[in-house]
């Protein structure tokens, strides 16, 4: 098993990931997507 990641490489990813995919979450949900989401929130019968 690798050795851990320092707290230091954590941030640094966490930042960088959070800026890569910061357009992401502006952006609208398709349809079909939010369709299923739907479906998800229904509870089971």
């Known amino acids: 098993m690798p050795p851990p990641l320092s707290a230091n490489i954590r941030r640094h990813l966490g930042s960088s ?15 079909r997507i939010e369709a299923l989401i739907a479906q998800l929130d229904k509870p089971k019968s």
Do not use: K
């Open 17 to 31: 990931l959070r800026n890569f995919y910061a357009d992401t979450l502006v952006e609208p949900v398709d349809a």
